[in-house]
């Protein structure tokens, strides 16, 4: 090889973008007998580049059409990428590592997907490996400089500033930097001046925008006799409760579809006199809740959705929840011991929950409960897990998914309602911290309504108990800007917020109750960052933030 030719060989391998146009013939056969003589499982696609210099180690190597590894680059593992990928001059990628179209890889940035185990029992260099792998989405830029550490999933669309290490999920769209890596803000927001952390300066403007349009969103969710979810679902009772409660929060009025009274008549009137229960629109009640508090459906959620719909109406349930009013504390402590706290924490927790709200409903029908509610939190203060805080048990496919949503519906009805403090705050902190950072349920568009509720009304419940600057203050907030720069953009004009992520793709549209729940959680969000007054409304029904009734005295914690 000549001298001009071995000078534009190192070229190419540092600027591999200039070989389409300027390679001759002889360096293309060269470049053909590189590709082909890679080790391992090997599939390039068409354009692609290879450097010299790079060592390239794969147990496995797809990479899609034009795209390069440049000069210097260290490749081992298994890397898959989409189309139009580059890995610049001295990256390093290691481990399981998957890459989607159109990915740009700065200079001396790091991707391990892979890591030791470092139990106290032997020397680091004896312990097993691990790997989740690292997954990137698509429309991708990280710098220079920049560490992804294993089990990292990047959302499509997100820009990661030179230098950051990246140890935690990052929803689409988002821009981070810093050690460790910090959302900023959302790619598709504009950027104006005086932002406060990675959090827009747009809840003013959210909030506006979602007030001028929840006339319309109301009216599209009305069929011209009863409310429907979103068009085209049926008409429900809990979409008649979240109709008052969107109004509520944003207009400050009753839905204008029906006069107060109206509203009023019909939710009280969609009451079983004889067991106090709420079916749904055109069903009886559940065989099992005519002589008991049994069911974990529609039913249990009515006495939380209509009992506050009605309370926001300035009504209140006509009759007492019978089964509760009824039930002796060896009852209770029975039911309690039987409730799926192993198997499904979830539904344990939703029965606490309602059980506790028709407690709080009867309270104002003169219902002493003799003596089932104190029964009740102290049963729940002596069955707590101690190191974690929470009720229930994980499991390997959930992980602690049912253990954090029972969390927050068990304390939701109990704990928060009645102004209880929780036992153990800080250990729940760390028990929900470390389940939002689980990429099943969090990162790359994963969350739904209900998983990010979950851990924002415990993180909120705790920080309000453990004081301003408390425990973990700075991941907590991290956390919620995180979550609320991905949440706002999903806000479709006209429509509100649908309940997951599906929302935006083939999955159900916007409807009442992911508006509902969304802006909410929104609120708890900016409260945990300081920032609630930017929205200029506070949730009054059932996920309101003060006690609907304090007074039980207190509680081993």
């Known amino acids: 090889m ?12 540092h600027c591999p973008w200039l070989f389409a146009d300027g390679a001759t013939e002889e360096q293309r056969a060269a470049q053909l007998a590189r590709r082909t003589a890679l080790d391992g ?33 260290y490749v081992t593992g298994e890397l898959t990428t989409g189309a139009h990928c580059t890995l610049n001059p001295f990256t390093t990628v290691r481990g399981t590592v998957r890459l989607g179209e159109g990915v740009r890889i700065g200079a001396h940035t790091s991707l391990l997907g892979f890591n030791h185990s470092m139990e106290p029992d032997r020397p680091v260099h004896r312990q097993p490996l691990t790997s989740r792998g690292i997954e990137i989405g698509d429309d991708v830029w990280i710098g220079s400089h920049v560490v992804v550490v294993d089990g990292v999933r990047v959302g499509d669309h997100c ?3 030179a230098g950051a290490v990246v140890t935690r999920d990052l929803p689409a769209w988002t821009v981070a930097a810093g050690n460790p890596a910090r959302p900023l803000r959302d790619r598709r927001a504009p950027r104006t001046a005086g932002g406060t952390g990675g959090t827009p300066r747009s809840l003013t403007r959210f909030a506006d925008t979602a007030r001028s349009q929840a006339a319309g969103l109301l009216s599209r969710a009305w069929d011209g006799d009863r409310y429907r979810d979103r068009p085209g679902a049926p008409a429900t009772v809990r979409a008649h409760c979240d109709a008052v409660e969107i109004a509520d929060l944003l207009l400050g009025s009753a839905p204008g579809q029906l006069a107060p009274e109206e509203h009023v008549r019909r939710l009280a009137s969609a009451q079983d006199p004889r067991s106090g229960l709420v079916p749904e629109l055109g069903e009886p009640l559940p065989p099992e809740e005519e002589d008991g508090f049994t069911a974990d459906g529609a039913a249990l959620y009515h006495v939380l959705s209509v009992g506050y719909a009605l309370d926001l109406l ?35 927790g939703a029965w606490v929950d309602a059980w506790a709200t028709a407690a709080h409903w009867n309270l104002r029908h003169g219902a002493s409960g003799g003596g089932t509610v104190e029964a009740l939190f102290g049963a729940l203060v002596t069955r707590v897990d101690p190191w974690t805080g929470l009720w229930g048990t994980p499991s390997a496919e959930d992980g602690r998914l049912q253990v954090v949503n029972g969390y927050y519906r068990l304390t939701r009805g109990s704990f928060a309602q009645f102004g209880v403090p929780v036992p153990s705050p800080e250990r729940v902190v760390d028990a929900v911290l470390d389940h939002s950072r689980d990429p099943r349920w969090f990162g790359a568009g994963r969350e739904t309504a209900c998983t990010v509720l979950d ?13 301003a600057g408390g425990y973990r203050s700075a991941d907590v907030r991290d956390w919620a800007e995180g979550q609320l720069a991905a949440v706002l953009p ?31 959680i929104v609120w708890y969000l900016a409260d945990l960052l300081g920032r609630s007054d930017e929205l200029g409304y506070r949730p009054r029904g059932v996920h309101r933030p003060e006690p609907a009734r304090t007074g039980l005295g207190p509680f081993p914690g």
């Open 455 to 467: 851990v924002a009304h415990p993180l909120w419940l705790c920080a309000r108990q453990l004081g």
């Open 2 to 13: 000549d001298q001009r030719q071995e000078t534009s060989s190192g070229r190419f391998d």
């Open 159 to 161: 820009v990661i500033g």
């Open 490 to 520: 999903r806000w479709r004009d006209g429509e509100g917020f649908g309940f997951g992520p599906g929302a935006d793709g083939p999955g159900p549209r916007p409807g009442l109750q992911g508006t509902e729940m969304w802006l909410a």
């Open 314 to 348: 300035g009504a209140s349930f006509p009759h007492p929840v019978r089964a509760v009013r009824d039930m002796t504390v060896p009852q209770l402590l029975a039911r309690l011991d039987g409730l799926p706290w192993r198997e499904r924490a979830w539904n344990a």
């Open 41 to 73: 499982d090997s599939e390039v696609g068409e354009r692609c580049y290879v450097a010299e210099s790079a060592a390239v180690f794969t147990d496995r190597l797809r990479l899609g059409a034009d795209s390069y590894i440049a000069a210097h680059a």
